[in-house]
């Protein structure tokens, strides 16, 4: 797929299969493509939580972990990424798809 005049390596369902080429314009291109443009400092709070997180552990978290870690809410994280707020945090954060998602 092509983000702003880069080729970025994606799986069959439209999630980066290399998170080391993730960068804020491919998050906000991501973001548009899941209807959540523009991406508000909220949105970016959980995203480079997720991605700190996510780099010191070797483990993408929980939808558990991120509503209870992040300093956003549930009832927020689900306003901010309706209807999977896991699987849209990954896609736009860089990372494969979360396991458990549908």
């Known amino acids: 797929m092509l983000i702003k005049d880069v080729n970025v390596a994606m799986d069959a369902e439209g999630f980066m299969t290399n998170p080391g080429e993730w960068t804020p314009e491919i998050a906000e291109a991501l973001a548009k493509e899941e209807g959540l443009s523009p991406l508000t400092e909220k949105h970016w709070q959980v995203i480079n939580w997720v991605r700190a997180e996510t ?48």
């Open 55 to 102: 780099a010191k552990t070797g483990e993408f978290p929980s939808l558990r972990g991120i509503t209870k870690r992040s300093g956003v809410d549930t009832k927020e994280i689900y306003e901010l990424f309706p209807k999977g707020p896991a699987k849209k945090i990954a896609r736009i954060a860089g990372y494969p798809k979360p396991k458990g998602c549908i």
